[in-house]
């Protein structure tokens, strides 16, 4: 159903999606609403739901709401395991070509094994070896005997997520850049990213500095002494594993958003999967995905909602002690969503 030509209103698509995933849109939608968010949802089905009413994990209509839109909040997507498709979520950025993902991480409740985490991610979203060019070759009878996979990286595609995250440094009073690589071993695949990243890093001396980190040093240097990093950016195989790591610093994926960027559309998610064995139980936690519109309620202007939505938060998480189960607490999904509705309607 759309709710086009509401004055003042955003179309957005939204994608409930799977597992848990309708649980926790269903909790985000309500305390967006008592926001006053001012998006109109196109909602639209995909993943498991997008197979069972359109033979497809990402059916055209799906594909054809973000393409008018050019804006989605998404729930996590199941791209069902062994043949026949590909991961939805790589077909969503290639066909948008959402070129960035933005993936923050931040202390939100203190006394964990690390506090005062601030640091984000940006990784390179349609290259390298995730895009998955992979094929077997058979060896007698058995037809899997070599499995072959190609990573591409262009001087274009490192220049363009490199820029993205120095502009996202003097945008938001970063100081610093670390590009991540592999180029002692993959001289060619990761030192193209390391060369851009040295060319570009001349345009914004004395306004950012840049360094850059082997990606088996910066994954120890995340957990020996994180607030050495202030913005990281890296190829798209080496982001997917770090966004993760960096989501275990402050309590694991249910506190981690992600935002793929492009230049005429952006789609808005929690990085976790569905985690179908928790489905329907009403304990999921929806903080990841509320954050994620955190990052996109900035990503249409509204950084004044962003604000109020996140004090909701911390004042939840560390006044009133509100938590679901992976956080420490014991709060079901909907009484999360209630305790942060009643701070925004007391604030």
Not at 61 to 66: C, E, G, K, N, Y
Not at 214 to 236: G, H, S, Y
Not at 274 to 282: H, N, Q, V
Not at 285 to 293: D, E, F, I, K
Request: glycine share 10%; hydrophobic share 45%.
């Amino acid at each position: 159903m759309v709710f086009a030509n509401i004055e003042n209103k955003i179309p957005a698509t939204l994608i409930p999606g799977d597992g848990i995933g309708p649980e926790i849109m269903d909790a985000v939608v309500r305390i967006l609403d008592v926001l006053g968010a001012p998006f109109a949802w196109d909602v639209q089905q995909g993943g498991l739901a997008g197979i069972k009413s359109a033979g497809d994990p990402l059916p055209g209509a799906l594909i054809d709401s973000i393409r008018r839109t050019q804006l989605a909040l998404k729930g996590p997507l199941t791209t069902p395991v062994g043949g026949g498709f590909r991961s939805v979520n790589v077909r969503l950025r290639e066909e948008f070509h959402l070129y960035a993902n933005l993936r923050p991480v931040r202390t939100m409740i203190p006394g964990q094994r690390y506090d005062d985490i601030d640091l984000v991610l940006i990784r390179e979203n349609l290259e390298g070896l995730y895009v998955a060019f992979e094929h077997y070759i058979e060896v007698g009878d058995d037809p899997h005997a070599v499995a072959i996979s190609s990573g591409v990286n262009t001087r274009a595609g490192a220049k363009r997520i490199i820029r993205y995250a120095f502009e996202y440094a003097l945008s938001h009073g970063r100081k610093k850049v670390t590009v991540v690589h592999k180029a002692n071993v993959l001289k060619a695949l990761t030192g193209i990213f390391l060369e851009v990243g040295r060319e570009m890093a001349k345009e914004y001396e004395g306004r950012v500095v840049m360094d850059d980190r082997i990606v088996d040093a910066c994954a120890m240097q995340l957990v020996m002494n994180p607030w050495q990093f202030d913005v990281i950016v890296t190829t798209n195989l080496f982001g997917d594993i770090l966004s993760d790591q960096m989501s275990g610093l402050v309590g694991g994926l249910g506190m981690a958003p992600g935002a793929n960027i492009g230049e005429k559309a952006a789609i808005f998610e929690a990085v976790h999967g569905s985690a179908p064995d928790i489905a329907g139980k009403g304990i999921a936690n929806p903080l990841a995905l509320l954050l994620a519109t955190c990052l996109m309620l900035k990503h249409v202007d509204r950084a004044d909602l962003a604000a109020r939505l996140q004090t909701a938060v911390d004042q939840t998480l560390k006044v009133d002690g509100v938590r679901t189960g992976d956080i420490g607490g014991k709060a079901s999904t909907n009484d999360f969503a209630a305790a942060i509705i009643k701070r925004l309607a007391n604030g």
